[in-house]
């Protein structure tokens, strides 16, 4: 498709409408990750793009720093290209500025987003279904498929500006002693209870996920190996430290740790989480409630 080859279509600047002075919209994800995430769009300039300026951020090559945005105006909702590479598409026409109307798709890259004109009720219906399908229903974490989207996107990041980045996962230890010796009420108390002890041990950027059952995964962004084994043994410590009170039910838990570094040779996601999930078995071999750190790969 022609650069210069744009559309201005529904743009109608000598009329003056007040109608949509009172409107509310938002962008949803309909095609790409997270999917279902609903952005609200206020009075205040929306930009879209790679940058972590941008009001709503996405990776992708075919994603420009600053892609487009969208705004409001007694008109109505309005979306302009900001000189993208691979331009801004609006009903799969490349636009350089148009209004929106509810219901048009926008495209960004790889990314599809539906643009909808909505109350207040509609937006916060989108926002608890995206949180139902992201969010563990328990402790309110990531759930795994959010996690496993989280970690591709910081990934993508590491490996085009060769930042580093460790992933912790973590196990309670004899869990299923908890359940047996009092029950699932209690044994849910403490799964919680672990979230927040976390939860606390994490500086902004880091991300916490429960991946199942008592299985739990930290991404550390910017974190060699050495600096995240430090981490986890804050985790470990913090967790071991804190006693698990549920009626008259009252004891400690330990957790034991696995930490793997990114580096050039790890291909894929899941290659990270295995090598990862290998130094959490050798923590758990060596007697439990430890920290061991995966080797490097080789090159």
Known sequence: MDN???????????????????????????????????????????????????TIQFGGDNVSRRHCQVWKTEQGFWISDLKSTNNTLVNSEAVQYCQLFDGDRITIGDTIL??????????????????????????????????????????????????????????????????????????????????????????????????GGEEFAIILPALSGEQALEAANIMREAVASKPISCGDAVFRITASFGVAEWSQAIRKTSDLIRIADQALMKAKKAGRNQVKLASPMPL
């Open 4 to 54: 210069n080859q744009y559309t201005t279509k529904k743009f109608s600047p000598v009329v003056i409408d007040t109608t949509h002075a009172n409107d509310i919209a938002a962008l949803v994800i309909i095609r790409g990750e997270p999917l279902g995430k609903t952005f609200p769009i206020s009075e205040k300039t929306v930009v879209i793009g790679r940058s972590s300026e941008c």
């Open 114 to 211: 539906k643009f909808l004109v909505t109350d207040m009720v509609e937006q916060e219906y989108h926002s608890v279904q995206f949180d139902h399908a992201t969010r563990d229903p328990l402790t309110g974490t990531h759930n795994r498929r959010l996690f496993i989207q989280n970690l591709r996107s910081e990934l993508d990041t590491c490996s085009k500006f060769g930042q580093p980045l460790s992933l912790v996962v973590c196990d309670i230890d004899h869990f299923k002693q908890v359940n047996d010796q009092y029950d699932h009420t209690v044994g849910d108390k403490a799964l919680v209870a672990v979230t927040d002890t976390l939860q606390h041990c994490l500086r902004p950027g880091q991300t916490l996920a429960r991946m």
